[in-house]
């Protein structure tokens, strides 16, 4: 067994394999040089995952009442199909109806959980999907949804503890659901207790919402917020300019309140991808759609965007490329340039529930079209994300189209992109890196140098394959691993027998800045 350190010669070799070309590269290194560029297929860094939905059970649990072993196996298994199909983060509903999926000291236990609101499931399931998806080095952004209170209308369903039964005066009933009112600031200070109550007590990621802000219209009704809006809406032209201001400080105020107490966790929002028709506003996207988030839900998601009181964005653009209506291949550069200019991230929402079972359009009985998807927004800058809904519908893999696209897509690990607007301090590289053929493979082992490393990532390529590039894409990335100690290892057992190869380890913080890469060589 040999053990070959990074330092003396090697480490010179190391630093021509690993850091670009040098001083003293080659010509023929240099006429290489092109082939350096990033691969657009391998990205190094492009957000991945899926919406873990909670609500009427659709995704977990899969259905009321199971045991705490059997909720925290089927967890489990949605971890582990992330991992397989290499994301890197989880979006998990935690609050569908005003409940919670921990003992909230705001809201009671959700009735997705046991089947009866306020019933202890015997565990803290958001205590437990942080620790497992932080084992497999996911993110866990923790999904709320702020206002409906029911799926259905009789407030009297609700155990006689909630907060909407002790503020019945809170509380709207519009189209066959129930809500809080999001123009009385007593309601909008309880919705963001209860969502800081998850922040300030667990270890999440990022605080998301959907596209649920006022409900989508339905024909006939009236949600009636006259009352309020008489009583909280002086200085307002009318009352769709202070129903979007209402919505405007819920977003603000959330915002300032998580960076407050948590300036790594991060705030993203995923709405109906149309916030007005250019019929409407000649600012609007080249769309017809059926519904606009600004007129329509009161959600200037717009604004948010450029007064930056979000970290991304993930317009759900839920429609085919060439759908004259909602056309994905104008929706989306929309969207690019809303963001551009902003610190704020694009990700963007794919209805992989369509596939195999929409005859909206034609496109949906095509394995290639989320694909497709993903080829067209390669070539977009701005787009540094895919979010996928929803797990199950990932799973289902129908026609085959979630094992095209990541075979296609993703096919090497990637990182979070970085939010330099939050921090851009990498912490400091690991040290005493050491590469060891084993029976199983290459053993790494290195330290940690900085406390606040989060995770590693590994990169590997051969001694004598000729690759003098900078690991400015994913193609020599081999692993991410969390930090789980001053001491680390880690196992590639892909490593060929008989191949030398030179490793990289870099450290990476919460937000995922990248320390300097420090090599170790293994020959044998």
Not at 451 to 480: F, M, Q, V, W
Request: hydrophobic share 40%; with cysteine; net charge negative.
């Amino acid at each position: 067994m040999r053990v070959w350190r990074a330092m003396g010669v090697l480490g010179v070799t190391a630093g021509l394999l690993l850091g670009g070309m040098t001083a003293t590269a080659s010509a023929a290194e240099t006429d290489g040089r092109a082939t350096c560029a990033p691969d657009s297929a391998t990205p190094l860094r492009q957000f991945r995952a899926s919406w873990v939905a909670s609500v009427v059970n659709i995704d977990w649990p899969s259905k009321t009442g199971l045991s705490a072993a059997q909720q925290q196996a089927e967890l489990i298994g949605w971890l582990d199909d992330a991992v397989r199909q290499r994301h890197n983060a989880v979006i998990l509903q935690v609050r569908p109806t005003a409940d919670a999926f921990w003992p909230s000291k705001v809201e009671p236990w959700s009735q997705y959980l046991t089947g009866q609101q306020g019933g202890d499931p015997g565990y803290d399931p958001l205590a437990f999907a942080v620790a497992e998806a932080h084992k497999r080095n996911l993110e866990l952004h923790a999904w709320f949804n702020p206002y409906r209170l029911s799926m259905g209308t009789d407030i009297n369903t609700l155990i006689p503890t909630h907060p909407a039964r002790q503020h019945p005066d809170w509380v709207v009933s519009y189209g066959g659901k129930l809500y809080y009112n999001p123009g009385i600031p007593a309601a909008r200070k309880l919705v963001e207790d209860a969502i800081m109550d998850a922040v300030s007590n667990y270890d999440i990621d990022g605080v998301h919402f959907d596209d649920y802000f006022y409900p989508y219209p339905v024909a006939g009704q009236t949600f009636d917020d006259a009352a309020a809006y008489a009583e909280y809406g002086g200085g307002f032209a009318n009352i769709a300019d202070w129903r979007r201001n209402n919505i405007d400080l819920l977003i603000q105020e959330l915002n300032q309140k998580i960076h407050a107490a948590k300036p790594w966790v991060k705030f993203g929002i995923s709405p109906f991808a149309v916030w007005r028709n250019k019929g409407t506003d000649p600012e609007g996207s080249d769309t017809t759609a059926g519904a606009q988030t600004y007129d329509d839900l009161y959600a200037d998601t717009r604004k948010w965007v450029r007064q930056e009181w979000i970290d991304y964005i993930v317009p759900q653009v839920y429609w085919a490329g060439g759908f004259a209506p909602a056309d994905y291949n104008k929706l989306v550069p929309w969207w690019a340039d809303q963001v551009r200019g902003t610190h704020v991230h694009l990700y963007i929402g794919e209805a992989t529930y369509k596939v195999g079972t929409s005859t909206q359009s034609p496109d949906w009985s095509d394995p290639a079209e989320l694909s497709d998807h993903l080829a067209f927004t390669s070539t977009i800058p701005e787009v540094k994300g895919n979010i996928y809904f929803s797990a199950k519908d990932v799973r289902a893999d129908r026609l085959g189209a979630t094992t095209l696209l990541n075979n296609t897509w993703y096919t090497r690990p990637a990182l979070i992109p970085a939010m330099p607007s939050l921090d851009s301090r990498p912490p400091l590289p690991v040290h005493a890196v050491r590469a060891t053929r084993t029976d199983d493979g290459v053993q790494l082992r290195w330290s940690r140098t900085s406390k606040d490393t989060a995770s590693y990532a590994i990169y590997r390529r051969e001694l004598r394959g000729g690759d003098h590039c900078p690991d400015n894409d994913a193609r020599n990335l081999i692993a991410t691993v969390r930090s789980t100690g001053a001491s680390q290892s880690y196992v590639d057992t892909t490593a060929t027998p008989g191949t030398a190869y030179i490793y990289s380890v870099t450290a990476l913080d919460r937000l995922a800045n990248q320390s300097v890469a420090i090599p170790a060589v293994t020959v044998r």
